[in-house]
């Protein structure tokens, strides 16, 4: 039998699970790939030459098939890429991230009021992309808001440290970083993350992987300070020696309940409603076609 792929997503509880060997202990065989790198190189970002946008995020990776068996990414891309049969996303539970954009130390924007007109950098139809417009819609109309789409969250944080950016949506390693080396917190972008399913995983292995996660999340709600020095595992080496990472929170939190039809058709119609996604993009798979649940495979 194939061994079951896991594709990371920046956080520690996959790290912790196997430091402790939940998996190994569940029975699953298992292999913990690392996520896709940035599309830009930190030398290109902080260069004259860096493309203007990336117009390319977790939606599309997931239309284009990902290699893995289970991967996260925010709750709206898996709910529109689940219902667009690109997999199916788990029921069972989700996770919570906190999320922000953040400025330069020495910018003039004080309020999300003053980010009208200015280019925020967001990942393309990834959790950045909608959370910024989540929380800037109680601030600004929407003709007012405007998205820049700078790559995912690691090209982010290069044009931002660089100073090739005016503001920028950052979560995980990423939002501790920025927040260690004094960049200003304007808004609260918290947002929640789904797990993808894709086609042919073994629904025993699923529960596997979530039970294992479940004990790694106890051990992180209760000593967080064993396990942020895994962040370095997938943040880029160039910004190692510029955070303490005894410093840093816990990030992403897995949270065990329901992912429910009712927040699965909120979320559709959220989308819907702010013209997300073109006609052939869009899914039109409902809650029972999209969400899998342990119960539901019995």
């Known amino acids: 039998m194939a061994k079951f792929v896991i594709q990371s997503h920046g956080r520690l509880q996959e790290w912790i699970a196997e430091e402790h060997g939940y998996f190994a202990e569940e029975g ?21 030459d860096a493309p203007g946008e990336i117009r390319h995020g977790a939606f599309e990776s997931y239309a284009e098939g990902r290699s893995c068996n289970v991967s996260a990414a925010c709750h709206w891309t898996v ?16 996770s ?3 999320s922000a954009i953040f400025v330069p130390p020495d910018s003039p924007i004080g309020r999300p009021e003053d980010l009208a007109g200015v280019p925020v950098e967001v990942g393309y139809h990834s959790g950045s992309h909608y959370s910024t417009l989540q929380a800037l819609l109680r601030f600004l109309d929407r003709d007012r808001i405007n998205l820049n789409f700078g790559g995912v969250l690691w090209d982010r944080l290069a044009l931002l440290v660089d100073g090739k950016a005016a503001a920028g949506n950052a979560f995980g390693a990423p939002y501790y970083v920025l927040e260690q080396l004094g960049f200003r917190k304007i808004v609260d972008t918290t947002f929640m993350i789904g797990s993808l399913v894709t086609d ?38 160039r910004y190692h020696a510029m955070v303490d990472m005894r410093r840093m929170g816990p990030g992403e ?10 927040v699965f ?8 409603a702010l013209e997300l996604f073109d006609e052939q993009s869009r899914g039109s798979g409902g809650y029972r076609e999209s969400v899998l649940t342990g119960m539901a495979a019995h």
């Open 28 to 48: 699953l065989d298992y292999v913990l790939s690392l996520g896709k790198p940035a599309k830009r190189s930190a030398g290109v970002a902080g260069s004259e």
């Open 79 to 94: 709910n529109m890429a689940a219902s667009a049969g690109h997999g199916r996303m788990w029921g069972d539970a989700y």
């Open 96 to 98: 919570v991230t906190p």
């Open 200 to 237: 042919g995983a073994d629904i025993e292995d699923v529960k596997k992987y979530f039970r294992a996660l479940r004990r790694a999340q106890r051990d992180l709600d209760l000593e967080p300070e064993r396990y942020t020095h895994y962040f370095l595992r997938e943040l880029p080496k």
């Open 253 to 262: 939190r897995l949270v065990f309940e329901p992912y429910t039809r009712e």
């Open 265 to 272: 058709e909120r979320t559709h119609r959220w989308m819907q």
